[in-house]
T-cell receptor, first 115, second 109 residues
Framework: GAVVSQHPSRVICKSGTSVKIECRSL??????MFWYRQFPKQSLMLMATSNEGSKATYEQGVEKDKFLINHASLTLSTLTVTSAHPEDSSFYIC???????????FGPGTRLTVT | EDKVVQSPLSLVVHEGDTVTLNCSYEVTNFRSLLWYKQEKKAPTFLFML????IEKKSGRLSSILDKKELFSILNITATQTGDSAVYLCAVGGAQKLVFGQGTRLTINP
């Protein structure tokens, strides 16, 4: 149990376009989902916390108008990178938390390359 | 500001060696400490620790938490090349996890 999927696994887009990344918890309901970004050889940096049916809470320095998060159901959250630029190229990872023990289960990640 | 510091940042050993990875933290509203293993993709869950002094074990891996001194260690015995990965320590506060920088472990045959 506790499988989280992400789609797409890899995406290349042109500068100025928008990209949507989906995160799904496949076999459990996730009260909270998290979005992280990881640059090469660095640790995971939390971007935002997403609770079903409410607005996401963004970390300091993360532009909410650029990184749009929607958590429409207990099994799906989406991250849309709007007007992407090359500096947005990174590995984006979502995680989902079940109720109860504080464990986060990670999706496989999405590698975004903006050309 | 919440902080998690791992050491060493990088470690290279020979197959069969035993390694100890360290994680110290300063976090308000501590709830739990988690260890993850990250290979090429996203992290995979290893352990969650909430109580001091109780060792958690899974095969050759074990971990323990000291809430008084604010640190945890992850031990790997009889290392194998498949143990090569980045090991991440994360501490859960009231709502979110704060990650350390990770320890890059390389096991040479």
């Amino acid at each position: 149990g506790a499988v989280v999927s992400q789609h797409p696994s890899r995406v290349i887009c042109k500068s100025g376009t928008s990209v949507k990344i989906e995160c799904r918890s496949l076999d459990f309901q996730a009260t909270t989902m998290f979005w992280y970004r990881q640059f090469p050889k660095q640790s995971l940096m939390l971007m935002a916390t997403s609770n079903e049916g409410s607005k996401a809470t963004y970390e300091q320095g993360v532009e909410k108008d650029k990184f749009l998060i929607n958590h429409a159901s207990l099994t799906l959250s989406t991250l849309t990178v709007t007007s992407a630029h090359p500096e947005d190229s990174s590995f984006y990872i979502c995680s989902a938390k079940r109720t109860g023990p504080y464990e986060q289960y990670f999706g496989p990640g999405t590698r975004l390359t903006v050309t | 500001e919440d902080k998690v510091v791992q050491s060493p940042l990088s470690l290279v050993v020979h197959e069969g060696d035993t390694v100890t990875l360290n994680c110290s933290y300063e976090v308000t509203n501590f709830r739990s400490l988690l260890w993850y293993k990250q290979e090429k993709k996203a992290p995979t869950f290893l352990f969650m620790l909430t109580s001091s002094g109780i060792e958690k074990k899974s095969g050759r891996l074990s971990s323990i938490l000291d809430k008084k001194e604010l640190f945890s260690i992850l031990n790997i015995t009889a290392t194998q090349t498949g143990d090569s990965a980045v090991y991440l320590c994360a501490v859960g506060g009231a709502q979110k996890l704060v990650f350390g920088q990770g320890t890059r472990l390389t096991i040479n045959p």
